[in-house]
């Protein structure tokens, strides 16, 4: 038997090693699939093998091969890097491996959630009593915050969808921005309502909806029909946010409900400078957001919130605890609020991540992000033929090179470099290069030297 206590501290010394090198290792990882095949793969072995051999063969094969999203010059996607305390609570969690299923599974995990439950609601402003779940991302949050959506349209129109399904149910409708996140989708696939349900609505030049032609299309369908709105806050490419308080107050007229995926976004709410991005937010009925991008929680970690927690508990729990109002010893069963039963004790990261910033360092964050995303915007525009693609409202930022192909091959040379990594996107038919400004560990000097590297690779690529 290995010593436990001398693989952990060598596992953990390994991480250490890796997060503060992770700075200087070129961000796009020059793997040879082969080579990382023939160190892993083969046949399953028949015997086992000693622990400390084990890790020690994972982590020599897989760390040359790692992408470093978790360093700060990883501007792909909308990508957050793990903070200390988030990380080191992440740890914890795996070696306490506890059963988040409910308060007797685990009353340490029941707890902790709910004091994450009650922090975020805090600091997004949203109602004190919203129902709350810690799921694995925005897209679980979408899902979940879509079926108790599901739930109240239809219970409104006199169908229990959780007894009776969709068959024969009246048809759903969705008006949704024609800008939504593509998770959007998938959960109305998910939910059996179906992707063609969605009514797009046009968006302005930044992709914000557009709410006179939203009016138009709730008008459409009478008054009758069960309605969905989902908008967004925080679009992918631009960062727009869509003008909830307007939207929210034109949907609830007709009687629809009204979802937020804020998945990124919603993390303006934290910043009284960048709060009035989302004004009005608190009158929705759901929200989506990612601890993972933003609140730079380690994966997977997403929190879905429902101003109708009864509408929430009906379309995910599998027991009666949630109509008690509680589970055992007063705690909140986790699992009534998420699609799993037996899952991962989430909240500790979460906690740790909230606690290590507080409520100004979770703002100074966002801030910041949003400060290196116009100095990117600023720095980039000076540079001969560069178009940047959007108003910087955020921590997002298009970059054009000229044609999409000039912009692809500049792309390409980017991510090849090493310096820094951003990728690709279309955006109103053309291509872009899209920068996320997202880790708390990023600084003017990384988008110094990014800027300065793309330069040096538009004169070599000429
Ligand atoms: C990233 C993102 C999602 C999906 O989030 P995951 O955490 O990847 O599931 C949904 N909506 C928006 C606006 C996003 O930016």
């Known amino acids: 038997m290995p010593d436990l206590s001398d693989l952990l501290r060598r596992t953990s010394e390994r991480v250490a090693g890796y997060r503060s090198s992770v700075g200087d290792r070129p961000v796009a990882p020059a793997v040879d699939p082969v080579r990382l095949r023939a160190a892993l793969a083969g046949p399953l072995p028949e015997e086992g093998t000693d622990a400390n051999a084990v890790i020690e063969q994972l982590a020599d094969a897989v760390e040359p091969a790692l992408t470093a999203s978790v360093g700060p010059r990883y501007f792909g996607f909308v990508v957050g890097g793990a903070l200390d ?111 063609d349900a969605v009514q797009p609505v046009a968006a302005g030049a930044n992709g914000a909806i557009d709410p006179e032609a939203l009016a138009h299309a709730l008008g459409d369908g009478g008054a009758e029909s069960p ?79 429902c101003a109708d927690r009864d509408a929430h508990a009906a379309s995910m729990s599998y027991t009666a605890s949630y109509l008690e109002g509680q589970g055992q010893d007063g705690a909140r069963a986790p699992s009534d609020f998420v699609p799993e039963s037996s899952r991962r004790a989430r909240g500790f990261a979460s906690w740790a991540a909230l606690r290590e910033l507080g409520q100004r360092g979770v703002a100074e964050l966002v801030d910041r992000c949003c400060a290196l995303a116009r100095r990117f915007g600023e720095r980039l525009a000076a540079l001969e033929s560069v178009e940047i693609g959007n108003e910087i409202v955020l921590n997002q930022v298009l970059v054009s090179f000229g044609s999409d192909e000039r912009t692809d091959a500049v792309i390409a040379a980017v991510q090849q470099d090493g310096t820094c990594w951003m990728g690709g996107t279309t955006w109103r038919g053309r291509r872009y290069m899209r920068i996320s400004v997202s880790n708390w560990s990023t600084t003017e000097g990384d988008v110094d030297r990014s800027v300065a590297a793309i330069k040096r690779l538009l004169a070599e690529t000429a």
């Open 227 to 305: 309605t969905i709105v989902c908008l967004q806050a925080g679009n992918v490419n631009t960062g727009a946010c869509d003008d909830l308080a307007a939207v929210c107050e034109l949907a609830h007229g007709r009687g629809a409900w009204v979802h937020v995926d804020g998945a990124f976004g919603i993390w303006a709410a934290v910043s009284p400078s960048k709060r009035s991005l989302v004004t009005g937010i608190e009158r929705a009925d759901s929200w989506a957001a990612d601890g993972h991008k933003w609140l730079n929680v380690p994966y997977d970690t997403g929190f879905v919130f």
């Open 85 to 195: 305390a988030a990380t080191c609570a992440d740890m914890l969690t795996t070696g306490w491996d506890q059963l988040a299923f409910n308060a007797t599974s685990s009353p340490a995990a029941a707890v902790v959630e709910e004091v994450v439950g009650t922090w975020l609601k805090q600091a997004f402003g949203l109602p004190a009593d919203a129902s709350f779940g810690l799921v694995t991302g925005a897209q679980g949050a979408n899902t979940v915050a879509l079926a108790a959506a599901r739930h109240r349209v239809l219970a409104q129109a006199g169908w229990d969808v959780e007894a009776r399904g969709l068959m024969g149910a009246p048809a759903i409708r969705v008006i949704a921005n024609e800008e939504r996140h593509a998770t959007i989708d998938r959960a109305l696939r998910l939910l059996g309502i179906g992707a």
